[in-house]
């Protein structure tokens, strides 16, 4: 299990886990600001370690080639989108330019 469930936290914010560590560690100001597009419940059917290009960085293409492999892969992908597309809309409105 991992270790964020079943501490009643609402959200995880792992991707910038690293960039608050450095800045705490340099006694740098930091300020993190997210728009969730999935919960902690939800999964994706699309192996992510098939998608890195060189260097380890996502592609694009390599995520919709994966995601059209199979049906779920597609169905993930239609609520990826979607949910994106809200949490967008919320972080701009949160932000004032929505």
Same mark, same amino acid.
């Given at each position: 299990m991992p270790a964020y469930l079943g501490t009643g936290l609402n959200w995880v914010d792992m991707e910038s886990a690293g960039v %608050?560590? %450095?800045a705490l560690l340099g006694g740098v100001p930091f300020c993190a600001i997210k728009s969730i597009t999935d919960s902690? $419940?939800?999964s994706i059917s699309i192996d992510f370690e098939r998608c890195q290009r060189e260097h380890e960085k996502l592609s694009g293409w390599n995520i919709v080639r $994966?995601?059209?492999r199979s049906l779920s892969g597609v169905k993930d992908l239609w609520r990826l989108a979607g949910s994106s597309r809200r949490a967008a809309g919320g972080l701009a409105a949160a932000l004032g330019s929505g």
């Open positions: %608050a560590r %450095a902690v $419940e939800q $994966e995601g059209i």
